[in-house]
């Protein structure tokens, strides 16, 4: 047979090289080149990583038992020999960048199932990559600046199990450097600064909504055939909105990303929530922040430490001498006692505040005049259980009040209560939170309480002092909500609001706070709702489809609103005609919709449904192993069928 | 008076005794001599209850038969299970035959072995059994120590249990009076009530609570709590509790479609495939967070005092209940909040047409259990049709109660499946959960003297003893307990002198030999369940030694054993007639029964009310006016047995 020449570019060789001439024979296999290569490049290094990219066809010829002729190549080929691990810069869910070797001769899935074996994520089928949002020019030279995570030098483990090594997996453990790559994967990062949010690029509509769907990638094709190049930016976000088997003991940097990608899908108004949703979530995400600041494992079994030390204290006492006050005064709960101003706002009246000696026992607030008058009967004593409290405070104008809507037969009694500073309130206030859930003083909460509220006091204060690094006191609380709201309120306006939604979660542990930000986020109506820009056929104008975990949306652009929903349950089967691009989707009762994608290759489409459906069926089958194969069937186009 | 002494007396002994062995441990004393400890009379701490109500005489005698018999078990199931708890520890032990002298009412508290006849009610107490194992004598004394400790909270916590005689008004005109301590949920109430109504026990059954001033009606949940809501009704409330079955409770697990698809045509709902709700169900409930049904539409709202009913377009979302101002969208930036849920409940109102001119009769309000009576802080809604009304106040309770809503319906499922053999169950349950008790044998040789029958010393303490209110400040207030938290205190005010909730303190404890066993079949799970889960486990296994020191009044009946000795009686009544009636031991009579309230009828309830209680500085501590309600009972029931 005769021989040709094969004209091959060597990577290694370094770019300007002139690619390598080998001569070969139609018959000889991949294998063959590839050796032949590697003895004329005079190299001694691992090629094993190495695979031959044949640059017109954009493919991998890794088949290496296959023969030249019957992958098609011939002389006019030209072959580039690279590795198929390459660096790539790995944008997070969290906002940070990570530099990273993927696999870019896989496809897209397997890649993504590489790279969260290395981030210790489970279940990569719920994440994908997707490219960029395209930077402006005049940041690129900010690129440099942008502190770079580097995992280049960690090796792709094949295991699937990983060892854990002081609390981390065993290649995080290897240096300072890579322990701090993995801190910032699994803890959440500080709240971004309020310009930070308010540059980034938001959804304004509907139709804005769809375009980040456009730029998912192939699942079924890899990174290099999708024209992604060494060292590119590329996102790593979660895809699919079921999230399967949470758990917070294995899935530490899976939970952080989850958060931090519903954090930024919240700042940035790509889900819509209401104004007291987004100060629930602004004050979840001062606590998570705080707490991760700080994170120091806490154990969460303080209650029964709690009883045996009551238990032993008792016995102490008891033991201790019989002196029957002395029992009393150590056993007694703590109280409050103190000079508070009371108002309590009556129509007609113009009263203020006025002072009374107070005192808080158990869950009740008793007044009188005066210290002297405390052994007799009160003025009145409140009992806060089941009351509403709110924080009424400036701390600029040094206000410091309790708001108390105390339910009573006929109706809440209002009542505010004015403490001097911001000691005195915080204890109160503390009092009065517990006593409105039914504790008392006495809680093991109550220290905290007093101490959460003392820090959240001192982010109002901090505002003015220098803009130093975010510290545990200081916040802006702007960086907690989305741009919207740094309009419609100053800071100090926001304070007290987030403060307001503050009390109901600051018991919260680090980990529930995170559950509970997400499950507040998947209770939005519009949760989990990818949008795509399609136009339905018979009809003249797009429309936007709205691809949920359980349904199908049609949304009409002229109103807004949700026309039809088809639940997939219902669905007998789709198709995709590739030729015209083109869904078709047949339901229950002859219902039968096709709509082609206007902006987006419907592939994504197809691959969306395909992927909500594939995930649906993991529940039933609890193997750990992912059935890669009927994910490629349900999403796959006709070529890899 | 004189049984406030009784009481007081009794309270006052049990302290020092328990300070006392204390202290003479503490000081190396070598055993402590638990068999010359005169018996700690049960105690009665009527904490947090500084009322009692007079009705008791307005109830019928069978109910106040009901009501006893109620009482009684409620005694004893502390007592069973402090001693089930007790008996846990004594892993060592040894698989308790059974028990060899009938006379003994010592029962084995918690052996697996169901069919084990129960004890004899008429006699007391076998002598206490010795430690199983054999320890040092300072573990020994360690244990004891903190046994009694932990036996003193026990009580504590319990004397703080409130409880409210409640009378149930069933569908069919009758009613029921039972006692509901404030650590049941409406869920134990209701199997309860089962069983006193031998109604079908399907899953549309519902404890509701009506008030005429506002005209509402409120399906309580499952998992709630009866006493709480209950407490807060005013002194004069006609407020009421009904019992009846309503369709819309559970609705939403039968036909989510209704609620979750609203917007589809009704008609082709009703046809849905079982399969398919049970996936909608599954999406809706089962994922990480509940979703709330996505409801919008006009309804109308009336203005904060004034009369008009306004027309505003309302969302319902997880967070709560919002509208969109005039000229806004819809989008969630613009939404309005008119309330979240944290602190209100949702009641349907009747014939709001006539009361408030609504557009409809078929309305809703929004407002914090507490509020009785009009007012502003109401929030009234009124919706087209009766549908509309049932998908939102159902759509408000999921978003209300989430999860729970769910778990309450399985529950109910499956207790409506098993209903005949649910009581059974989970007693077997909780008793097979302990370890056998040592033998009987053993504890009589042991060597301790049976202790005397507080019949005799009863009336002897309440001469030798002054009335010594203040002895309650030695009581320590019960430590912080974060697994259970500690019951609320008091309401400030006197409660409801009204007819249908009575709070009751706990009754004084009798000496357990003079009560015929409760009817069994009547005993509620005093405990909810989940409670018991979550008692710290070292709060379980008292150590042995225990016996030794708390001698056999102490004891507990035997483990509730439905199958035994009570054969499946027609509850209440009957039963502690036949029990209780004719063996020798009426409850203690209430000692000089002349000034008694009940032999003078006429001239109106003359409270007996314990001397002004000092001021406290343990907050739990209130007057213990509770020996009153107690000896009022028994004069009513003597009365009755007069008669």
Redesign the interface.
């Known amino acids: 047979m005769a021989a040709w020449d094969l004209t091959v570019t060597v990577e290694d060789l370094g770019p300007d090289a002139p690619p390598l001439q080998i001569s070969v024979t139609s018959d000889l296999h991949i294998g063959g080149v590839i050796l032949k290569l590697v003895e004329q490049t005079k190299l001694k290094k691992d090629w094993s990583d190495h695979a031959l990219w044949w640059e017109q066809k954009q493919q991998w010829l890794l088949r290496t038992g296959w023969t030249l002729d019957k992958c098609g190549v011939h002389a006019d080929a030209r072959l580039i020999f690279t590795p198929q691990h390459k660096p790539l810069r790995l944008c997070l869910p969290n906002g940070a960048t990570l530099k990273m070797r993927a696999c870019f001769s896989s496809s897209v899935f397997r890649t993504v199932m590489g790279i969260c074996r290395v981030l210790n994520i489970r279940h990569p089928e719920e994440l994908s990559l997707l490219r960029p949002v395209e930077e402006k020019k005049k940041k690129k030279d900010k690129d440099s600046s942008e502190e770079l995570y580097d995992l280049t030098d960690v090796p792709l483990t094949a295991g699937s199990v990983q060892a854990l090594y002081n609390g981390m997996p065993a290649h995080f453990a290897d240096s300072p450097k890579t322990e701090a790559v993995y801190k910032m994967l699994s803890v959440s990062l500080p709240s971004p600064a309020p310009e930070a949010i308010a540059k980034l690029y938001r959804p304004a509509s509907v139709v804005d909504k769809t375009h980040i769907h456009t730029r998912w990638l192939d699942s079924s094709r890899s990174l290099m055939q999708q024209g992604i190049q060494e060292n590119d930016r590329i996102w790593l976000r979660f895809k699919y909105y079921t999230f399967h088997d949470m758990d917070p003991k294995y899935d530490a940097v899976r939970l952080t990303q989850l958060y931090e990608q519903a954090r930024w899908a919240i700042l940035l108004e790509d889900i819509d929530c209401t104004e007291e949703e987004m100060m629930l979530f602004g004050a979840l995400q001062y606590h998570i922040g705080k707490l991760s600041l700080s994170q120091d494992v806490v154990s969460t079994c303080q209650g029964m430490d709690d009883l045996e030390s009551a238990l032993k204290s008792l016995e102490v006492k008891m033991v201790g001498d019989g002196n029957s006050t002395d029992i009393l005064d150590n056993m007694t709960a703590p109280v409050l006692n103190d000079y508070l101003k009371i108002f309590r706002p009556k129509r007609l009246t113009l009263k203020g505040y006025k002072q009374y000696w107070c005192n808080f026992q158990d869950t009740s607030i008793s007044y009188y005049k005066s210290s002297e008058d405390r052994f007799g009967e009160p003025i009145q004593q409140l009992n806060l259980k089941g009351c509403e409290v709110a924080p009424d405070v400036n701390v600029a104008g040094q206000k410091f009040c309790i708001k108390l809507l105390i339910p009573a037969p006929e109706g809440m009694n209002e009542i505010y209560l004015r403490c001097e500073n911001e000691k005195q309130y915080s204890q109160w206030m503390a009092a009065c939170k517990l006593a409105s859930k039914g504790l008392t003083l006495l809680d093991s909460s109550y220290q905290s309480e007093v101490k959460n509220i003392q820090t959240f006091l001192s982010m109002q204060r901090s505002n003015s002092a220098a803009p130093t690094a975010q510290t545990d006191d200081s916040i802006n609380t702007h960086s907690l909500v989305s741009p919207r709201y740094h309009k419609k309120y100053k800071p100090k306006q926001l304070t007290p609001r987030i403060l307001e939604a503050f009390q109901n979660v600051a018991q919260l542990s680090l980990t529930s706070a995170i559950l509970k930000f997400l499950q507040i986020w998947q209770a939005l109506p519009d949760f989990g709702i990818s949008y795509f820009m399609v136009r339905f056929k018979g009809s003249r104008k797009d429309e936007v489809l709205g691809i949920a975990n359980n349904r199908l949306i049609r949304i009409d652009l002229g109103v807004g609103d949700v026309v039809k929903t088809w639940r997939y349950n219902n669905m007998r089967q789709w198709n995709v005609n590739w030729d015209i691009k083109q869904v078709a989707i047949e339901f229950d009762g002859n219902i039968n919709i096709a709509f082609g994608c206007v902006n987006a290759d419907c592939k994504v489409v197809h691959e969306y449904i395909g992927g909500y459906i594939f995930l649906s069926t993991r529940s039933r089958q609890q193997s750990d192993t992912l059935n890669e194969e009927l994910f490629h069937k349900l999403t796959g186009g006709h070529e890899a069928l | 008076m004189e049984d406030i002494d009784a009481m007081f007396s009794d309270m006052l002994q049990e302290m020092d005794l328990?300070?006392?062995s204390?202290?003479e441990?503490?000081e190396s004393a070598p055993l402590p001599k638990p068999s010359s400890i005169p018996e700690p009379q049960q105690m009665n701490f009527s904490v947090g209850f500084t009322d009692f109500n007079a009705s008791l005489h307005d109830l019928e005698d069978n109910d106040l038969d009901a009501l006893m018999a109620d009482l009684v078990a409620d005694i004893s199931a502390t007592e069973e299970k402090f001693a089930t708890e007790r008996d846990t520890s004594k892993d060592s032990a040894p698989i308790a035959p059974k028990p060899l002298q009938p006379q003994s009412n010592f029962g084995l508290p918690a052996s697996t072995d169901t069919s084990k006849p129960a004890t004899s009610s008429n006699s007391i107490a076998a002598p206490p059994p010795p430690p199983a194992t054999k320890l040092s004598k300072e573990e020994q004394e360690e244990q004891l120590?903190?046994d009694k400790?932990?036996l003193?909270?026990e009580k504590l916590k319990e004397a703080k249990v409130k409880k409210l005689v409640v009378k149930v008004v069933i569908t069919d005109g009758s009613s029921k009076t039972l006692m509901v301590d404030e650590r049941q949920t409406v869920r134990d109430v209701m199997d309860n009530l089962f069983e006193k109504t031998h109604c079908d026990c399907n899953v549309d059954w519902c404890v509701c609570e009506t008030n005429p001033d506002l005209q509402t009606e409120r399906g309580f949940e499952d998992h709630e709590n009866l006493v709480d809501p209950l407490s807060?009704w005013?002194r004069d409330s006609e407020n009421k509790v009904i019992f009846q079955e309503k369709k819309d409770k559970y609705e939403v697990f039968r036909n989510p479609q209704i609620f979750y698809m609203w917007?589809k045509d009704k008609k082709s709902l009703m046809d849905m495939k079982e399969k398919?709700k049970e996936?909608l169900l599954e999406?809706n409930f089962c994922?990480?967070?509940?979703?709330?049904p996505?409801l919008e539409g006009v309804l109308y709202l009336k203005e904060d005092g004034k009369k008009s009913w306004k027309q505003r377009y309302f969302l319902l979302?997880?967070?709560?209940l919002?509208y969109s101002p005039k000229g806004k969208?819809?989008?969630?930036?613009d939404?309005v909040?008119l309330v979240?849920f944290?602190?209100v409940n949702v009641y349907y109102c009747k014939e709001y047409r006539n009361k408030y001119k609504a557009p409809t009769d078929h309305c809703f309000i929004l407002k914090?259990?507490?509020?009785?009576?009009e007012?502003?802080?109401?929030k009234y809604l009124c919706c087209d049709d009766e549908l509309s009304m049932t998908l939102w106040v159902t759509g408000i309770r999921i978003a209300k109660y989430g999860k729970q809503l769910y778990e309450n319906y399985k529950t109910a499922v499956r207790k409506a499946s098993g209903s005949a053999t649910w009581a059974n169950r989970t007693i077997q349950a909780s008793s097979s959960a302990s370890t056998p008790s040592p033998k009987p044998k053993v504890k009589a040789a042991n060597g301790h003297a049976p202790q005397p029958t507080k019949d005799t010393m009863g009336p002897a303490n309440q001469t030798s003893f002054p009335p010594p209110p203040p002895s309650l400040?030695?009581l320590?207030?019960p430590?912080?307990?974060?697994?259970l938290?500690?019951p609320?205190?008091a309401?400030?005010a006197p409660p409801a002198s009204a007819t249908k909730v009575n709070k009751f303190p706990p009754p004084p404890k009798f000496p357990q030999s003079s009560f015929p066993p409760p009817p069994m079949d009547d005993l509620p799970p005093p405990p909810p369940p989940p409670e018991d889960a979550e008692l710290?486990p070292?709060?379980l296994p008292p150590p042995p030694p225990s016996f030794g020191s708390y001698g056999a009044d102490m004891l507990p009946p035997p483990p509730p054993d439905p199958t035994a000795s009570f054969p499946p009686p027609p509850p209440g009544p009957q039963n502690f007639a036949s029990a209780g009636g004719a063996p020798p031991p009426p409850p203690p009579p209430p000692p000089p029964p002349a000034p008694a309230p009940a032999a003078n009828p006429s001239a109106g309830y003359v409270r007996k009310v314990a001397p002004p209680p000092p001021?406290r500085?343990?907050?739990?501590l209130t007057a213990p006016s509770g020996g009153d309600l107690m000896s009022e009972l028994m004069t009513a029931m003597q009365k009755k047995r007069g008669q």
């Open positions: 328990l300070t006392q204390l202290g441990e503490a120590k903190a400790i932990k003193a909270l807060t005013t917007k398919d996936q999406e994922g990480a967070s509940v979703i709330v996505d979302r997880a967070s709560g919002y969208t819809k989008a969630s930036r939404l909040c979240q944290d602190n914090h259990p507490q509020i009785q009576k007012s502003q802080y109401i400040d030695i320590p207030p430590p912080p307990d974060p697994m938290p500690p609320p205190p309401p400030p710290p070292d709060f001021k500085t343990t907050p739990q």
